[in-house]
């Protein structure tokens, strides 16, 4: 192992031997904040960010300071939250107001001016949270094809709601209006895409918006708040730095937070949701735990269930919601299903960022290393076994991945969501252990089934589709394609993402009636025709 430890340890470079392409040109020194339409000067405290890139020297390795951000107070997180009640203003602003074709001109304005900062914004996905230059690519292109596609879904609402309807005697319009101040906080995995799932749409259907970006995470939104504050009127888009701990408890108790949508975990959420005086006005819209399932029959395509559940264990190091997290495979078969996962591991190619091919990367959390090796000791000490080799070695930030089994009901890795690159195998003789698991798990997102026989394919789906709100077969968990409905049972979501139901879920069904008399259908042409109201109107948004 100590040899593998020097190896691993090898990957991480000397000062020198960084890719010029890749070097950050400077340190990311972020003194501005938006708010109000304004970048506004921060000269308080910052927040220092440190890389999980390590440089190799003769002292050892050391994580590389990239930049800082603002460690902002309460006092401006209240002013950011008065801006947006302003820009808002009671449903009366001019961003609320506005029609859904103004609305989706200035997104696509936005969606330009964001692409021109893709390779700025790309470098500091690569160096905030260890993410490969391909996947940091993948999540950019993501994320703007998702814009577009979300653009493209309002504009079918709206189409949809164009016409009007006459039931009973009464003439109706029903559209969507926004809900008011939404406060946006994404998650560090996927701080751009996962972020942007929520933050796009919220505007979108007119609300305005406070965002707090993800402590690890946080520089890449930099280069963007000129664009915001370009692209949408004062007040719309507010940002908020510092610890979540000092600024948000205020906003929350204020009770003039409309909506909370927040990825991250159950229990912040409860907790949120908790200091607001009136939690039947607030919406929330949350992405939460999971600790996602696979079960693998005895009559598996084995080939194609190890790489499935490769790929579900491991991408970007296993720090997924959607990972796979844990893997009942039948006794029969568990040895030869070790044998072959452990195998594949060993191929895969670990290294910096910016290396081509590269799969297993630095993780971005600094703690995660120690936790990590704490979950494996636990489980050795109720007796599980590292099966891979090298399983579980680490240097600095990067931890090789570990393949734990048997894993039993006594064990951290049982219960907890691991966040990381160790794989929890439980074998099973009676297909009721992992249903089981499953039915007394707090989490109930996705579940993936791996076999061939379809009868017992089928007797799994009926009664986990009541457990779960995704079940996969033979293919691993995952959130896409984003126009899917993206939610989760119990501690695990509230509220739907996807294309349509994020633009549901940031907005209401708003209704304006009247009796059909000859008078009120004047009066409904009248303004129809002049072009009198955003709001009632029968133009077509081709």
């Known amino acids: 192992m100590n040899d593998f430890v020097t190896q691993i340890t090898s990957i991480f470079p000397e000062e020198d031997q960084i890719p010029e392409e890749f070097r950050l040109k400077s340190l990311v020194n972020q003194k501005e904040y938006l708010v109000n339409g304004e970048l506004r000067r921060w000269d308080g405290p910052t927040s220092e960010v440190y890389s999980p890139v390590c440089i190799r020297s003769a002292e050892g390795l050391k994580r590389t300071l990239i930049g800082s951000y603002p460690i902002a107070t309460e006092k401006e997180a209240l002013e950011a939250l008065e801006a947006a009640e302003q820009a808002f203003n009671h449903g009366r602003g001019e961003w609320p107001t506005m029609s859904v074709a103004e609305r989706i001109a200035c997104m696509e304005k936005f969606t330009a001016r964001m692409i021109e900062k893709k390779q700025e914004v790309v470098s500091l996905l690569m160096w905030e949270i260890g993410k490969s230059q391909a996947d940091s690519i993948k999540e950019f292109d993501r994320t703007v094809e998702y814009i577009y596609d979300t653009i493209d879904c309002l504009k079918d609402i709206d189409r949809a709601s164009s016409r009007f309807k006459i039931e009973q005697g009464i003439i109706g319009q029903i559209?969507?209006?926004?809900?008011?101040?939404?406060?946006?906080?994404?998650?560090f995995n996927y701080p751009l895409n996962e972020t942007y799932t929520t933050l796009i749409p919220a505007i979108l259907m007119g609300n305005t918006i406070l965002f707090k970006p993800p402590k690890h995470g946080s520089l890449?939104?930099?280069?963007?708040?000129?664009?915001?504050?370009?692209?949408?009127?004062?007040?719309?888009?507010?940002?908020?730095?510092?610890?979540?701990?000092?600024?948000?408890?205020?906003?929350?108790?204020?009770?003039?937070?409309?909506?909370?949508?927040?990825?991250?975990?159950?229990?912040?959420?409860?907790?949120?949701?908790?200091?607001?005086?009136?939690?039947?006005?607030?919406?929330?819209?949350?992405?939460?735990?999971?600790?996602?399932?696979?079960?693998?029959?005895?009559?598996?395509?084995?080939?194609?269930?190890?790489?499935?559940?490769?790929?579900?264990?491991?991408?970007?190091?296993?720090?997924?919601?959607?990972?796979?997290?844990?893997?009942?495979?039948?006794?029969?078969?568990?040895?030869?299903?070790?044998?072959?996962?452990?195998?594949?591991?060993?191929?895969?190619?670990?290294?910096?960022?910016?290396e081509k091919g590269v799969n297993l990367t630095p993780l971005p959390e600094p703690n995660k290393p120690a936790y990590l090796?704490?979950?494996?000791?636990?489980?050795?000490?109720?007796?599980a076994s590292v099966v891979n080799e090298h399983g579980g070695a680490q240097a600095g930030s990067f931890f090789y991945p570990a393949v734990v089994y048997p894993v039993n009901r006594n064990m951290k890795l049982y219960r907890e969501e691991q966040f990381g690159p160790i794989i929890p195998v439980i074998p099973f003789d009676d297909i009721e252990e992992p249903i089981d698991y499953i039915i007394e798990s707090d989490h109930g997102q996705q579940v993936s089934i791996f076999g061939t026989n379809t009868d017992q394919i089928a007797n799994l789906i009926d009664p986990l589709v009541n457990q779960v709100s995704r079940v996969n077969i033979n293919a691993q968990c995952q959130r896409g394609p984003d126009v899917f409905p993206f939610t989760g049972r119990k501690d695990s979501a509230e509220g739907t993402l996807s294309v349509e139901d994020a633009l549901r879920s940031f907005s209401i069904r708003t209704l304006v009636a009247t009796k059909e008399t000859t008078e009120n259908k004047a009066i409904l042409n009248d303004i129809i025709e002049s072009n009198k109201s955003k709001f009632l109107s029968t133009k077509y948004i081709f």
């Open 175 to 187: 559209r969507r209006s926004p809900l008011g101040v939404v406060l946006c906080m994404g998650p």
């Open 220 to 354: 890449l939104h930099y280069p963007m708040l000129e664009a915001f504050r370009d692209c949408f009127p004062k007040g719309v888009v507010n940002t908020i730095y510092g610890r979540g701990s000092s600024v948000v408890p205020a906003l929350m108790e204020s009770g003039r937070i409309n909506v909370l949508t927040l990825i991250g975990s159950s229990r912040v959420a409860n907790d949120l949701k908790k200091m607001h005086p009136k939690v039947n006005r607030l919406r929330a819209v949350l992405g939460l735990d999971a600790k996602n399932a696979a079960i693998v029959l005895k009559n598996a395509d084995l080939d194609l269930t190890v790489k499935e559940c490769i790929l579900g264990t491991l991408s970007f190091n296993g720090q997924r919601c959607t990972a796979i997290k844990m893997i009942f495979v039948h006794r029969s078969i568990a040895p030869v299903f070790l044998e072959r996962l452990s195998d594949a591991i060993s191929k895969m190619k670990y290294g910096m960022p910016w």
């Open 373 to 383: 090796t704490e979950c494996i000791e636990d489980a050795k000490a109720h007796g």
